[in-house]
């Protein structure tokens, strides 16, 4: 499970260290796609096939498509280099309008990574629901 909050940044090639604790679940091999709302979600190998099928399942053939180009084009797959980073493509980094500071979430069977405003101004806005959340 993929718990925390962490605040990276990335360096000019546009690698990342992942934290510690995310690591060791990233031995398989990941996958880097778009996420939810402007952020990137980091899937284990085999937790990315069980939320592909998870999400066609019950698609229309027109929805199954259009899902299928508006995500796998973009994913890439993520291995860690010796000092724990992984690099993010530059349409990836685009697209979560990441720059340097990042935060790292942990979402319960993925993580995310987001500029770290965007983040801030995110969290603000849920906290302002605070009482519509089940907690």
Request: glycine share 8%; net charge negative; proline share 4%.
């Amino acid at each position: 499970m993929f718990l925390g909050e962490y605040e990276h940044t990335l360096d000019a090639k546009g690698r990342m260290a992942v934290p510690a604790r995310y690591r060791a679940k990233m031995d398989q091999g990941a996958v880097l796609s778009k996420g939810m709302g402007p952020c990137l979600a980091v899937y284990t190998m085999d937790r990315w096939e069980e939320k592909s099928a998870e999400l066609v399942a019950g698609k229309s053939s027109d929805e199954l498509r259009d899902f299928e180009r508006r995500i796998y084009p973009s994913a890439s797959e993520v291995d860690l280099d010796g000092q724990g980073r992984m690099m993010i493509p530059a349409r990836l980094r685009t697209y979560a309008d990441l720059t340097n500071e990042v935060t790292v979430v942990g979402v319960r069977d993925h993580f995310e990574i987001w500029d770290r405003a965007a983040w801030y101004a995110y969290q603000e806005r849920l906290d302002a629901q605070g009482s519509k959340i089940p907690f």
